[in-house]
């Protein structure tokens, strides 16, 4: 079973710039999490999708932040503009249920803003 | 913040030894999850205890749970230098899963 595919694995921007990041979910599982892990700190979510429907983006900054997930399948983290603060590694997991399992995660996405 | 506290922040045994890692939380909770993360990587699930559940094994993983005090343990029982990681408990109510700051746990052989 192929896990959790996550792109590009590192980035490097200057601050003001915008950058996107992609997840594969494993094939089947109905919720998919962004969470923002800042170096030396544990993940903190950003925002939850039960299929193609928001559960929760109460952490989301949402003058900077967007997600979607079309379809139900992949979903795409976008953040414009960039802020040095923005600078973590970005996780994507999916689980099979509502939220209350074993979450699988992707290998993560490391972004640095200059 | 949502987010629970572990401690110790840190720990370093030596290969062979027990290791002891807290979970505090904060919300009620259906369950409670430990992860493991190499550095650089995702995280890996490694157990899963019900919120009616007191303890449960999984191979040198011993959990246990005190709802009544908002806490869970972790042990690793003869530790090899291939479980220096970090280790996070994540709470989940309801729907949502949280992660606590994690336990940075360094074996030396």
């Known amino acids: 079973e192929a896990g959790v595919a996550q792109s590009p694995r590192y980035k490097i921007i200057e601050k003001r710039q915008s950058v996107a990041f992609w997840c594969n979910p494993i094939?089947?599982?109905?919720?998919l999490y962004w969470y923002q892990q800042i170096l030396g700190q544990g993940p903190k979510l950003l925002i939850q999708?039960?299929?193609?429907?928001?559960?929760?983006d109460s952490q989301l900054p949402k003058d900077r932040f967007s997600a979607e997930r079309l379809k139900g399948v992949d979903s795409t983290l976008k953040i414009q503009p960039a802020k040095l603060e923005d600078s973590a590694v970005y996780l994507c997991?999916?689980?099979?249920?509502?939220?209350?399992?074993?979450?699988?995660f992707g290998e993560g996405s490391r972004l640095t803003v200059l | 913040s949502q987010q629970g506290e572990e401690d110790p922040q840190a720990l370093s045994i030596q290969e062979g030894e027990n290791a002891t890692m807290n979970c505090s939380y904060k919300?009620?909770?259906?369950?409670l999850q430990w992860y493991r993360q190499n550095s650089g990587r995702g995280l890996v699930h490694l157990i899963l205890?019900?919120?009616?559940?007191r303890e449960k094994h999984s191979g040198r993983l011993r959990v246990t749970l005190d709802t009544s005090k908002k806490s869970s343990s972790l042990l690793i029982t003869a530790s090899r230098a291939a479980d220096t990681a970090s280790y996070f408990c994540?709470?989940?109510?309801?729907?949502?899963?949280?992660f606590g700051a994690g336990t940075r746990l360094f074996v030396k052989a």
């Open positions: 999708f039960q299929n193609n429907g928001v559960v929760d």
């Open positions: 994540a709470n989940t109510g309801g729907f949502k899963t949280i």
């Open positions: 205890i019900r919120s009616n559940e």
């Open positions: 919300t009620s909770i259906n369950n």
């Open positions: 094939s089947g599982h109905a919720t």
């Open positions: 997991a999916s689980s099979a249920g509502t939220g209350s399992g074993e979450l699988f």
